[in-house]
C-alpha cells in the first residue's frame, strides 16, 4: 500500500509541474494517472487533491463546465 500512495504522489507531482510549466496535456496526464491509483486502492484524500488540480487545468484553459465536473464530486460526497 505504501508503494501506491508513493506511485499515486510521484504522480502528483509531476502533474503539478506540467501545471506550473503551462502544459496541460502533461500536467492531466500525469493528474490522471495519480487519481486512478489513488481510486483503486481507496485513497479519497489523494484522489480529492488530485480530482482539484484537474479542476484547476480546466480553470486555466477556461473550460469552466469541466471544472466544475471535476469539483462537483466532492462536493455531493460531503453532502454539500
Sequence with gaps: RKNNKLESSAHHEL???GLEER???RA???YLKSLAISEKHGDVHQAAA???QL???AQEERVFAGAREWYLPFRRSRGT
Excluded: K, M, V
Aim: charged share 35%; proline share 0%.
Design 15 to 17: 502533474g503539478t509541474i
Design 23 to 25: 502544459d496541460f496535456d
Design 28 to 30: 492531466r496526464e500525469s
Design 50 to 52: 488530485t480530482c482539484h
Design 55 to 57: 479542476g484547476r487545468i
